[in-house]
């Protein structure tokens, strides 16, 4: 059955980085989207990145963009988020999907909508 699991993340303190991944099973990665959301304290998720691995393009939040970067290796099933300069406001619970949303990069196929169980990342100031 399609897994996504994510790891990495963890408390550092601001301007430092993490690098988070989402191990999938259960799905070809070649072909397919994955999106990276975050869900700060009180606040509702939202997306933070997406890679779309059929044609490679990434996109990026407006408040991420030039701090985060995502990849992937397909051969091994993960996707990565590498969060570098990070902020206080950077701190939620990050969480990959079979879907992205984003201002230009809404991807989702009812068929096909699946969720790891997040993981904490945490900024300190």
């Known amino acids: 059955q399609v897994q996504l699991v994510e790891s990495g993340g963890g408390l550092v303190q601001a301007g430092g980085s993490l690098r988070l991944a989402c191990t999938t099973s259960g799905f070809s990665l070649d072909d397919s989207y994955i999106g990276w959301f975050r869900q700060a304290p009180g606040k509702q998720r939202a997306g933070v990145s997406c890679?779309?691995?059929?044609?490679?393009?990434?996109y990026y939040a407006s408040a991420v963009k030039g701090r985060f970067t995502v990849s992937a290796d397909t051969r091994a099933n993960v996707v990565y988020l590498q969060m570098n300069n990070l902020r206080p406001t950077d701190t939620g619970v990050y969480y990959c999907?079979?879907?992205?949303?984003?201002?230009?990069?809404?991807?989702?196929?009812?068929?096909?909508?699946?969720w790891g169980q997040g993981t904490q990342v945490t900024i300190s100031s």
């Open positions: 999907a079979t879907r992205c949303h984003l201002p230009n990069a809404i991807k989702e196929d009812s068929r096909m909508n699946y």
């Open positions: 890679i779309d691995n059929a044609d490679g393009e990434t």
